[in-house]
């Protein structure tokens, strides 16, 4: 029904930034939420930054000052940019979207992307 595919990640220096996009396709017909996760090796996954259907933006302690999600409606699109990337921001990155149809009950669906690798080194 709804594919969201990642894009955006490769390796970067300490300091560095990088920005991470996320395309929604499929039976989309109204505006979503939509937000970042990531992942690191032994470790569970986590919210790093979400953005409602109205625009209102949350993020994860650990990241904020140095990122921001913003996303452009017309193209389902969600972007990440990270800023003064630490060592600890290296983890697989994963989009997220949920939102509810227009049945009565309104039914709850949610869909992930494959995901993108963050290396932060020197």
């Known amino acids: 029904q709804v594919q969201l595919v990642e894009s955006g990640g490769g390796l970067v220096q300490p300091g560095g930034s990088l920005r991470l996009s996320c395309a929604a396709s499929g039976s989309i017909f109204s505006i979503n939420a939509m937000g970042w996760y990531r992942q690191a090796p032994g470790k569970q996954r986590e919210l790093v930054a979400h953005?409602?259907?109205?625009?209102?933006?949350t993020y994860a302690d650990s990241v904020k000052g140095r990122f921001t999600i913003s996303r452009e409606n017309a193209k389902n699109t969600v972007y990440l940019q990270m800023n003064s990337l630490k060592r600890e921001d290296t983890a697989d990155y994963y989009c997220n979207t949920m939102f509810y149809d227009d049945n009565d009950p309104p039914q709850f669906y949610e869909y992930w992307g494959q995901g993108t690798q963050v290396t932060v080194s020197s």
């Open positions: 953005v409602s259907s109205d625009g209102s933006t």
